[in-house]
């Protein structure tokens, strides 16, 4: 199994500009998170899906953030106009938890963004 | 949501027993206890879970006490390898949607020493 798998792995771009994080689960989990995590606010959970469909989206910033997951075995994390308070370690994870169940959260190696 | 309280920092020497504690005195009755690790410049790693019982497997053991205000990770043998961010968790309300979202804190950053 190759493990949840992120890219880009590094992103550097200059403010105001597009960005777009990808991540793609296990096979057969259906719960996929994104989290941030910058140094004064620690890891932070974004938003997450349940069977490809957002659950909470609470924890995104605010509207320049929007979140995807068109199937079973893709998502994307968008940010427009990105500024540079949007650095950050991006983490995507997913997890194959039953219903009421606790699957461990199995997290992908990050996109590391730097907005200049 | 429960919250945890843990150590900011804590070192251990090679290979000697690493005893990591969490307080987490609001815990409900139905809330797990989760811990996981982060080394440096990765994503966190599922260690252990657990409920009322002790836990084990082939990375650590879990101690939760009677009361499961407080638990304890411990790492038999650490590594140098071992030397990590380890955050405890309890795991929130179920969210009715067959699925669970983790709140991490700051953690305790473990240093093993040679």
């Known amino acids: 199994d190759a493990g949840v798998i992120q890219s880009p792995r590094h992103e550097v771009t200059e403010m105001g500009q597009e960005v777009t994080l990808r991540c793609k689960p296990i096979?057969?989990?259906?719960?996929l998170f994104w989290y941030r995590q910058t140094m004064m606010r620690g890891l932070e959970l974004l938003i997450y899906f349940n069977n490809n469909v957002p659950i909470d989206d609470s924890g995104m910033p605010e509207d320049r953030f929007s979140a995807k997951m068109p199937n079973a075995s893709f998502s994307t994390l968008k940010i427009q106009p990105s500024e540079p308070r949007d650095s950050a370690v991006y983490f995507c994870a997913s997890s194959g938890g039953t219903l009421g169940g606790v699957g461990e959260l199995f997290f992908g190696e990050g996109s590391r963004l730097t907005v200049l | 949501d429960a919250k945890t309280t843990q150590p900011t920092s804590m070192d251990c020497a090679e290979g000697r027993a690493a005893n990591l504690p969490c307080n987490h005195s609001?815990?409900?009755?139905?809330?797990?206890v989760y811990w996981y690790r982060q080394i440096h410049s990765q994503g966190p790693q599922y260690i252990i879970h657990?409920?009322?019982n002790n836990e084990t497997n082939e990375m650590a053991s879990l101690i939760i006490t009677e009361d499961r205000k407080s638990s304890t990770l411990i790492l038999p043998h650490a590594t140098l390898r071992d030397t990590a961010v380890y955050y405890c968790?309890?795991?929130?309300?179920?969210?009715?949607?067959?699925?669970?979202?983790?709140?991490f804190g700051k953690g305790t950053k473990l240093s093993v020493i040679p």
């Open positions: 096979s057969g989990h259906n719960s």
């Open positions: 968790i309890v795991r929130d309300s179920y969210s009715g949607a067959g699925s669970y979202q983790l709140t």
């Open positions: 657990g409920l009322k």
């Open positions: 609001t815990i409900s009755g139905n809330e797990y």
